[in-house]
């Protein structure tokens, strides 16, 4: 056992103190930061868009404005209410979907259950005028004020070579380019890029379908023309087809003697939804946010483990190839049994992914401490979910019993092979293993006691990862005990099968063994 000790100490040691075992460390973190800050000054980089309008029906202006006025109103609602979020003075926030004491708590609650009514119920109050005064009393003194973002869509003029009369086809080709970004738009006197042109033509009620009229196929481009390179952006053609859609459907209603405001007023009416969790205690069966992240928890875990256990079974193998084309290996069996070296190397490593995760959690709970935001704010308070909830236990288990079983694996491929290139191609085959369950994650999280989900959970090799996934859905008792007793079982077994080679398999030399040479190796001996 002191040698075991020992050998685990200098496994760690040699791997700590290398740059590229911190290197590979912080990449994680790094990478995560620069996500986070690389998607919000994204989001908020997006530049002025100008477009050009023209309606020839004469009928459509006003839905038109109002569908890109809409859309700036709920960016700034978005922003508002990060704002909210980021200053109130009560900042213990609470992951309940019921209302909360104060008008700034609804305002939120409001956004997060239905954007959409929340939309409305901020126009009808009078927008950032009004929230400002309502919010005020809530925040915290000497916050700054709330800046509102620019607007993202602005019309531009028609260039004075364009005859807004002319055929749809005439002016469309014309605009081309400037479309294409051969010519730039001036907005008052600056050259910009246009956006999109947006073309209603004169005809285009005839292009309306209704309930029993089958479409006609006609030729050419049928109801609104929306012209614009960039195809993934669909903000604003939807915002103006549901605007147009909302305008063409109260016209209806005034035709057929309908008061628009009463069908407005019974399309915003709602019924609330309560979800209640059964196996909770009375009184407590009021499904929470904190109970849906709770529910979510266990995929990052998986991807936690993973990414893990997939750099320390990386350590393993390396340094293993390393030390036996070096002969070093030789010199250490020289000392201690190829048993206790081993079982050293698996410790040892076994400390460094520990140490991996330490790290990772370490820098995750710097970067929410220093950095305040309203998104870090919420991770925060997630996390404090999940480390509060019964998931820790399970996957400290399952991320040991991982490491065993698959490093075991690893180090008797190690033991085989005298480049990490040979290494390779034997090892892929078991990353492609653990690619199965991870590809599942979101299909067992939404129904974690399928009959597929529950079979596969007793494959020792699936076991970690799909019992981790189910960890939150309360598995059944015989999955538990069942699937636990045939992973510790298997960990036995492929520790003992993978002494075997390592012993008989660390001095060889020349070429991996084939598979019949393979078995005949771990037939043979002790």
């Not at 063409?248 to 009416?269: H, M, P, W």
Request: glycine share 6%; with cysteine.
């Amino acid at each position: 056992m002191n040698m075991i000790r020992l050998i685990a100490w200098r496994e760690y040691m040699e791997n700590v103190k290398t740059k590229g075992f911190w290197v590979g460390i912080m990449i994680f973190p790094i990478i995560f930061t620069g996500m986070y800050f690389l998607q919000t000054a994204l989001s908020n980089a997006t530049p002025t868009r100008y477009y050009i309008f023209i309606d020839q029906s004469g009928q459509y202006q006003q839905a038109v404005d109002t569908a890109i006025e809409r859309d700036h109103q709920q960016r700034i609602l978005r922003e508002f209410v990060s704002y909210l979020l980021e200053n109130r003075k009560e900042t213990d926030l609470e992951f309940t979907a019921a209302a909360g004491s104060s008008a700034a708590d609804q305002l939120i609650d409001s956004a997060d259950a239905d954007e959409v009514a929340a939309l409305e119920q901020w126009l009808d109050s009078g927008g950032l005028d009004f929230a400002v005064t309502m919010a005020s009393p809530y925040l915290r003194e000497n916050v700054p004020p709330f800046e509102q973002p620019s607007r993202q869509f602005i019309a531009a003029p028609i260039p004075e070579e364009v005859d807004s009369t002319a055929s749809p086809t005439e002016i469309a080709n014309a605009l081309r380019p400037y479309l294409s970004g051969e010519k730039k738009i001036l907005v008052e006197s600056e050259a910009n890029d246009l956006f999109a042109l947006i073309l209603i033509p004169a005809n285009v009620n005839q292009d309306i379908s209704r309930p029993g009229n089958i479409p006609q196929v006609a030729e050419g481009h049928r109801g609104i023309q929306y012209w614009a390179r960039n195809l993934t952006d669909s903000r604003l053609p939807d915002a103006i087809i549901s605007s147009v859609n909302a305008e063409i459907r109260n016209r209806e209603y005034v035709d057929l003697g309908v008061d628009n405001q009463i069908v407005r007023n019974v399309q915003r009416t709602r019924m609330p939804l309560s979800q209640l969790d059964p196996t909770a205690a009375e009184g407590e069966e009021q499904v929470s946010m904190a109970d849906t992240f709770r529910q979510l928890a266990p995929i990052g875990f998986v991807y936690l483990m993973f990414v893990s256990l997939m750099q320390s079974v990386q350590y393993l193998l390396s340094n293993t190839i390393e030390e036996k084309s070096n002969r070093i290996i030789e010199v250490l069996l020289a000392s201690v049994t190829a048993g206790e070296l081993m079982m050293g190397k698996l410790v040892g490593i076994g400390m460094s992914g520990l140490t991996t995760i330490g790290v990772w959690l370490l820098s995750f709970f710097l970067f929410i401490t220093l950095y305040q935001s309203s998104q870090t704010e919420l991770i925060g308070q997630i996390l404090d979910v999940i480390l509060g909830s019964e998931l820790i236990p399970w996957f400290v288990f399952y991320y040991f019993a991982g490491y065993a079983l698959y490093s075991g694996v690893f180090l008797a491929i190690g033991s085989l092979c005298n480049t990490l290139k040979e290494a390779q191609a034997m090892m892929m085959p078991m990353i492609m293993i653990q690619v199965v369950p991870l590809a599942m994650m979101v299909f067992v999280v939404r129904d974690p006691n399928n009959t597929i989900v529950r079979a596969m959970s007793w494959f020792p090799l699936f076991t970690p990862y799909l019992m981790m996934n189910r960890a939150a859905a309360d598995p059944p008792l015989i999955d538990v005990v069942g699937t636990t007793i045939m992973l510790v079982l298997s960990i036995v077994f492929v520790i003992w099968l993978s002494g075997k080679v390592f012993r008989m398999g660390v001095l060889r030399t020349g070429q991996p063994p084939k598979l019949m040479e393979l078995l005949r190796i771990m037939r043979q001996g002790s």
